[in-house]
């Protein structure tokens, strides 16, 4: 999963688009990688992990590249933040920024071309305890590689994606350690794919994915000893599908039993600190998080996890954890809405992309074992877990 801020961005159509990422690196804060009980209770419809993002607070600055390499390679890119103070109030500033990028390449083999562009920038509104972000991004990109998704060298195979998202923010901090995030973003994302460019009419595709999706996140300490975490999301999706062969419609690769599909998940996990010494604690965390969509059975999922810490003089931290989780996905409308095996296409051959509409939804449940040295200098962090999963 990629999430920003306290959403996760997903692709419903096969989930690799969801690396799609239209937003420029300054805006973003450097991730985090949540796995286990982190994954379960901040994740959404990822079992694996999380690549997660904060939105950054802008610089005064910019940065202006210009590039090129072999294979007729050519790269531009500007970038620029701009804050100032606003009215009056100190405590208050805002904040805009934008970014231009592109790049395009013959590439390193014939018809292993690319083609990319994005324009992305934000407005950004700064208090004493919070941070409001307003954001707009867009960008195009069109690949090809012989045999792409085919693996027949024979298949010079094309890509021509559009990917918009919009999307506000808010962080606000409370109390003392307790802090709520807000995100809601609209994604609308094209897809063109083509079999083999030198006959594009042979058999091509088209999609349309959107998305819209609103999350909380947050963390509300009642006393030093004791906080509840929590999660929620809900988004809802749509897709449409055409697919044809030598110019005849084929009815769309996702015609399933259904092209749209809401979703729904709920986490949360009390949080309890038991403090030994000023040296060292003790971190118990137990809860559960609720899986359901329109379309599939619902799922309760439990969370749990132990860590002990161990607070340096230089300031340093050792910490060992245990953690046991679960968590739940929902198959793709590729994966659910194509052909089956038992059908054929004009061509006579079964589909090109078989499916299966009867899978149900996959249960994975992580037992992981892990221990970190964090120094001012330095950090060291190994994990072991095993993993076993259900219906995959």
């Known amino acids: 999963g990629f999430r920003v801020g306290s959403a996760t961005l997903i692709d419903p159509q096969t989930g690799h688009y969801s690396a799609e990422l239209p937003i420029a690196p300054e805006m973003l804060t450097r991730p985090k990688i949540l796995t286990g009980s982190d994954n379960a209770l901040f994740g959404f419809n990822s079992t694996a992990g999380t690549i997660s993002y904060g939105w950054s ?27 100032g103070q606003l009215g009056e109030n100190r405590e208050w500033s805002w904040g805009v920024e934008a970014e231009m990028s592109r790049s395009e390449s013959d590439g390193t083999i014939q018809f292993g071309d690319h083609d990319f562009n994005r324009s992305s920038g934000r407005i950004q509104l700064v208090g004493p305890n919070s941070q409001t972000d307003f954001f707009a991004g867009y960008q195009a990109k069109f690949f090809g590689w012989p045999g792409m998704y085919t693996a027949n060298p024979a298949s010079l195979e094309t890509e021509n994606l559009k990917t918009r998202l919009f999307a506000i923010n808010h962080q606000q901090q409370y109390g003392e350690g307790s802090e709520i995030e807000l995100t809601a973003y609209h994604r609308k994302h094209k897809d063109h794919f083509v079999l083999t460019r030198t006959n ?12 819209l999706s609103l999350g909380i996140a947050g963390r509300h300490a009642f006393s030093k000893s004791f906080a509840l975490k929590y999660s929620a999301q809900f988004t809802g999706d749509e897709i449409d599908s055409e697919d044809f062969y030598n110019g005849t419609p084929l009815g769309g690769l996702e015609r399933g039993k259904f092209q749209s599909r809401s979703y729904q998940k709920v986490g949360i996990i009390p949080e309890y600190n038991f403090q030994f010494n000023d040296a060292e604690k003790i971190t118990l965390r137990a809860g559960a998080s609720f899986d359901d969509t329109n379309r599939d059975e619902s799922e309760l999922s439990a969370l749990f996890d132990l860590t002990w810490e161990r607070y340096r ?3 340093g931290v050792d910490s060992i954890y245990l953690s046991y989780a679960e968590s739940s996905q929902v198959a793709g409308y590729t994966a659910i809405g194509g052909g089956t095996p038992d059908e054929t296409d004009p061509t006579g051959n079964q589909p090109r992309f078989a499916s299966n509409p009867f899978l149900e939804r996959e249960i994975s449940k992580n037992l992981e074992l892990g221990f970190s040295i964090k120094r001012s200098d330095w950090s060291f962090e190994t994990a072991i877990f095993h993993r076993w999963d259900d219906n995959l």
Do not use: C, M, W
Request: no cysteine; proline share 2%.
């Open 313 to 315: 003089t230089n300031g």
């Open 200 to 211: 594009p009419t042979l058999y091509e595709a088209f999609h349309v994915t959107k998305i």
């Open 57 to 83: 607070q802008i610089a005064d600055g910019g940065s202006l590249t210009l590039g090129g390499g072999d294979h007729d390679l050519n790269f531009q890119r500007i970038h620029h933040g701009l804050t």
